[in-house]
C-alpha cells in the first residue's frame, strides 16, 4: 500500500489508476447510466434541504443519515465488478454509498463516515471516475488539514481512526469541473447484519 498521507490519528492512502484510463472510461458511463440515482433532502433544524449531489444506496439492509432513508437494494453487475477488484486490498464489501457530482457546484460537506453501522475503526474505500475533484480531511481538534486529488480511476483507502478523528469534505469548485462519480464501499459491521 502507498504511504499514509495523515501525519497521525488515522490512516489514508491513496492509489492513482486503480483502474486503467480505458476501464474508468467504461465505468464512468455505465455508473452514469446503471445505477439508481436520485435526488435526496435532508433534513437541517427541521428544514428539508436538497443534497448538493445526487445519491444511490445498494446493500443488503436499508439505510438513513440526515432523515435520508434509502431502501435495501442488491449490487447491479458492475459494483460487484468493482467490489471484486478491492477485495485483495481492503476486503469484501456489501455496501456501497455512490455520490454523482454534476458539475463544481456539486460537494459533500464535512462529516464523518462513523456511523455504527460500520462498527468502530471502520476500513473505507473510496473509487472516483470523471473529474479530478479535491478531497479535503481536517483533524477533529487540531483542525490541521491533508488534501488530495482524487483521480479518474483512482481509490482511496481509510482505515483504523480516521473517523473518530477526521472529518473529511469534497469542497464546491469555481472552476469549471465536468462530472465526477464517486463510490464509498462499506462494510455492515456483523452485529447489523441482521
Ligand atoms: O466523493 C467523495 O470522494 C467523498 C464522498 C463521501 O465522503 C461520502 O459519501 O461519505
Ligand atoms: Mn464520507
Redesign the pocket.
Known amino acids: 500500500m502507498p504511504d499514509n498521507l495523515l501525519p497521525f490519528d488515522g490512516d489514508v492512502s491513496y492509489l492513482p489508476g486503480h483502474f486503467s484510463t480505458s476501464e474508468a472510461d467504461a465505468l464512468l458511463v455505465e455508473l452514469d447510466d446503471c445505477l439508481d440515482w436520485s435526488q435526496e433532502s435532508a433534513v437541517v433544524f427541521g428544514k428539508k434541504i436538497p443534497l448538493p449531489r445526487l ?1 444511490a444506496w445498494y446493500g443488503p439492509t436499508g439505510y438513513t443519515y440526515s432523515g435520508v432513508v434509502h431502501s435495501p437494494h442488491p449490487f447491479p453487475p458492475a459494483l460487484r465488478r468493482v467490489a471484486g477488484s478491492v477485495e485483495q486490498i481492503a476486503g469484501e464489501f456489501n455496501c456501497v ?1 455512490a ?1 454523482l ?1 454534476r458539475d463544481g457546484r456539486d460537494s ?1 460537506s464535512w ?1 464523518s ?1 462513523n456511523e455504527s453501522l460500520w462498527g468502530e475503526r471502520a476500513t ?1 474505500v ?1 473509487l ?1 471516475f470523471g473529474a479530478t ?1 479535491q ?1 479535503v480531511l481536517r483533524h477533529r481538534q487540531t483542525r490541521q488539514r491533508v488534501s488530495v486529488d ?1 483521480e479518474h480511476g483512482s481509490l ?1 483507502v481509510m482505515r483504523g481512526d480516521t473517523q473518530q478523528l477526521w472529518s ?3 469542497p464546491k469548485t469555481r472552476r469549471d469541473v465536468g462530472r ?1 462519480i ?1 463510490l ?1 464501499l462499506r462494510r455492515l459491521a456483523p452485529s447489523k447484519t441482521r
Open positions: 445519491t454509498l455520490n457530482y459533500v462529516h463516515d473505507i473510496s472516483s475533484r478531497f482524487l482511496l473529511h469534505a469534497i465526477r464517486n464509498t
